[in-house]
T-cell receptor, first 113, second 113 residues
Framework: NAGVTQTPKFRVLKTGQSMTLLCAQD?????MYWYRQDPGMGLRLIHY???????AKGEVPDGYNVSRLKKQNFLLGLESAAPSQTSVYFC????????????FGPGTRLTVT | KQEVTQIPAALSVPEGENLVLNCSFT??????LQWFRQDPGKGLTSLLL?????REQTSGRLNASLDKSSGRSTLYIAASQPGDSATYLC????????????FGQGTTLQVKP
């Protein structure tokens, strides 16, 4: 039982390049989330999904797209990276049953130059 | 809009001291509150989860309390150790059925030997 895993762990992009971050969970959780963490800003929700095939916008969705084609995977895409997207990205998941704790992945550190 | 505040932003104490970290939130309509620990450059580790109907939760030297009506939670650490040095984050889950967490900006704790 690996919990929540994220790929890659580190990445450096040039402005305008694209990439996809992969989040996988093996706990059969219904809900999954992408957050970004920036100094002085805490963690902010980018997009989330309450089930396979569904996605919704969070607090800071601009410049990102997501897909949840399989229940265990949640992908975060950057179509045209910008320096403002330099951040640490965390994926999380939780069961749909209320009252349960969220589990977080180890993070992806992204630098856009 | 829910806002979560953690005070102080940083705290330095000598080893062995008991300490309290504070978390306040503006909307009392929460489902639960979760305390996390984050070591530098690492992901989030869940410490304690308190349901809205509970007053406190304990795990080892940690005790978290919740006063939903006043919008406050505290994390009490007994007999602090240098290994407790980390950033502590609190997050509230609202009453909507999305499971989204709203985070405070964290308290960075340093325990000096």
């Amino acid at each position: 039982n690996a919990g929540v895993t994220q790929t890659p762990k580190f990445r450096v992009l040039k402005t305008g390049q694209s990439m996809t971050l992969l989040c996988a969970q093996d706990m059969n959780h219904e809900y999954m989330y992408w957050y970004r963490q920036d100094p002085g800003m805490g963690l902010r929700l980018i997009h989330y999904s309450v089930g396979e095939g569904t996605t919704a916008k969070g607090e800071v969705p601009d410049g990102y797209n997501v897909s949840r084609l399989k229940k265990q995977n949640f992908l975060l895409g950057l179509e045209s990276a910008a320096p403002s997207q330099t951040s640490v990205y965390f994926c999380a998941s939780v069961t749909g049953t209320r009252g349960r704790e969220q589990y977080f992945g180890p993070g992806t550190r992204l630098t856009v130059t | 809009k829910q806002e979560v505040t953690q005070i102080p932003a940083a705290l330095s104490v000598p080893e062995g001291e008991n300490l309290v970290l504070n978390c306040s939130f503006t909307d009392s309509a929460i489902y639960n509150l979760q305390w996390f620990r984050q070591d530098p450059g690492k992901g989030l580790t869940s410490l304690l989860l308190i349901q809205s109907s509970q007053r406190e939760q304990t795990s080892g030297r940690l005790n978290a309390s919740l006063d939903k009506s006043s919008g406050r939670s505290t994390l009490y650490i007994a007999a602090s150790q240098p290994g407790d040095s980390a950033t502590y984050l609190c997050a509230v889950r609202g009453s909507s059925n999305t499971g989204k967490l709203i985070f405070g900006q964290g308290t960075t704790l340093q325990v000096k030997p």
